[in-house]
């Protein structure tokens, strides 16, 4: 699972620098594991606390990993330069799609780069969700920055259930190895025929002329679309999204990081979530979840989705208070 793909990539990190702490952003999952299970969805008041997602976390495992702003990389310098030596590495989602979809700057992923290579920091994108989804080379391709590591997850196989660890050829080389610093890895489904045959078989599909340009430009139909809809309704909110992800969220003005998205509605975007299930556009009904759009879809199957949404948005919005 992706899961196990940032733990096996947090590993290798810790194996090759001999550090123990790790950066993560605060609003980004990466899994399920003790190292990283906090500070996802928080509250307001738990903003800058340790806010474990579960219960059952070991307290030595959390205390080694530092939550910080997303897209503020002088947070980061400020962080190691005053722990030299400490940190063995920094993980992100290049998009924070576990909190809708949060681009990271160019300018906050180049400066990610160059303080992890400064400090001896190993630099892991988690693009569980942002591989094979957005580009075959990942979001890092489009980014151009490549990270020391990647992880990717079942977007790589079209929903079959793999993870994967992907970077330097020197860190690879440590996993299977024998001897001192070596990293095991290892597991009963590990290279599981019928996952890769079916991540073969993606490969192959995104690899046809013009998938992506087609796949973008229907995220791109349905962003604008419903920002359409929004502005005929009068509702203070805003289409979001990237490549074939969309969302819609209700608060107004730019949003860079997680504490921004703590002036979205969460009570009307779970109800519209809600209609939207009733009415068989399946998503999750959690507030600032994102959507997706597959090569499955059609022009035809949008604008139907769409009209519903209108409908839905229209009856929540004519109960709403003008206050809210």
Known sequence: ???????????????????????????GYHGWHD?????????????????????????DAARHTIVLPYNDAEAVED????????????????IAHNMGSVIATDVFLRDLRRLTSDHGVVLIFDEVITGFRHALGGYQSIADVTPDLATFGKAASSGYPIGLVAGRRDLMELVGRTGEGSVFMGGTFNGTPSTLAAMQATIEELSKP?????????????????????????????????????????????????QDLLHNDDVFDLAFRKEMVANRLIGQPLPLKRLYLSGSHDRATIEKSLDVIETILRKLSAGRPASS
């Open 1 to 27: 699972s992706g899961s196990e793909a940032t733990y096996h990539a947090l590993r290798l990190a810790r194996a090759a620098t001999g550090r123990k702490r790790i950066i993560k952003f605060q609003g």
């Open 210 to 258: 013009r998938f992506y340009d087609r796949l973008f430009a229907l995220g791109a139909f349905m962003r604008t679309q419903l920002d359409g809809i929004i502005n005929r309704l009068g509702l203070p909110a805003q289409s979001a999204g990237f490549g074939s992800v969309w969302l819609i969220y209700f608060l107004s003005g730019p949003y860079r990081d997680y």
């Open 79 to 94: 962080y190691l330069k005053a722990n030299p030596s400490e940190v063995a590495a920094i993980i992100i989602e290049p």
């Open 35 to 59: 190292y990283v299970a906090m500070n996802v969805q928080s509250h307001a008041q738990a903003i800058g606390k340790y806010d474990p997602i579960s219960a059952g976390i070991l307290d």
